[in-house]
């Protein structure tokens, strides 16, 4: 058996993963420099109002310790932070957090991680978000289940995504999707594999339902998801049940 093999055989991770991994790094190394200024283009700025729908639904407090999962240049962290409490994006693209950083938001802490193995002791964390991420990460069951260990018993977990839009506008985002977004990630991001890719991975992911159903398998409670702009994209919510015997 070659060292290729045995890997995919028995390796924690399949030859499989550890690629697509690679690559989703390479994608976001690649675009870091212009990835808000395409997120503006390409979703014609809604992604603000969704970030601040996140944001007004996670309902950060003070005192609250919140870990922005995927957190990239830190948009969502920047508007949940401030002086009274600790806001922390955690993200493996150091070139995505170094565009955050240069910006300068205030109040925020940067940490590299992936969302399968968040640097944080058990049970350390009121609220875990993450926006337009999970669809990056290789393992999501992992993900869920890595988000659950941080959480405090009560603790709550929000996620924003592109999801599957109602059938009426399927056929106009469709479109929108499969001619226009590679063309832009080409003129603007000079990247048309990078914004080909955001695309597929989307009508890869999970339908609301089968997403709803993946949270609650990894042990979170009270899940229920919420529609934006037709289903375009959905903010799910889990609770960490109360009773939960921390994870190791
Ligand atoms: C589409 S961007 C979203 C950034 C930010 N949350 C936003 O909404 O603007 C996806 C982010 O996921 C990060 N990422 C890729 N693989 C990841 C993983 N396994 N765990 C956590 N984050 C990951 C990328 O580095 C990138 O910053």
Redesign the pocket.
């Known amino acids: 058996m070659t060292m290729t093999e045995l890997s995919r055989t028995f390796g924690k991770h399949s030859v499989d993963e550890q690629e697509r ?1 690679q690559r ?2 390479r994608v ?1 190394e690649a675009v870091a420099a212009r ?2 200024l395409m ?1 503006n283009l390409m979703s014609m700025g809604i ?1 603000r109002l969704w ?1 601040r729908t996140l944001v007004r639904m996670a309902a950060p407090a003070p005192g609250q310790c919140i870990v ?6 830190g ?2 962290a920047a508007l949940m932070a401030a002086p009274d409490r600790q806001v922390t994006v ?4 150091l070139a ?1 957090m170094d565009v955050g950083r240069a910006r300068g938001h205030g109040h925020v802490s940067w940490l590299e991680g ?3 193995r968040i640097p944080l002791r058990s049970a350390s964390v009121d609220t875990v978000t ?4 999970i669809r ?3 393992r999501v069951e992992d ?1 869920l289940v890595e988000a659950l260990r941080v959480l405090k018993p009560g603790g709550r977990f929000l996620c924003l995504e592109f999801s599957t839009p109602h059938a009426l506008v399927r056929p106009f985002y469709n479109l929108f999707s499969f001619a226009v977004i590679p063309r832009l990630g080409a003129w603007i991001a000079r990247s048309p594999e990078a914004y080909t890719y955001l695309v597929e991975s989307i009508r890869r992911f999970p339908d609301q339902r089968a997403f709803t159903a993946l949270i609650e398998q990894a042990g979170f409670t009270d899940v229920r998801y919420r529609n934006l702009s037709f289903g375009i994209a959905a903010i799910h919510t889990g609770t960490r049940p109360a009773t939960a015997a921390p994870a190791a």
């Not at 922005?68 to 240049?73: F, H, V």
């Not at 993450?130 to 991420?133: L, M, Q, V």
Request: a negative charge.
């Open positions: 991994e989703i790094r976001f990835y808000d997120n992604h970030k922005d999962l995927a957190g990239g240049t948009d969502v955690c993200d493996p693209s995505m992936t969302a399968e993450i926006a337009f991420g990056n990460v290789t993900a």
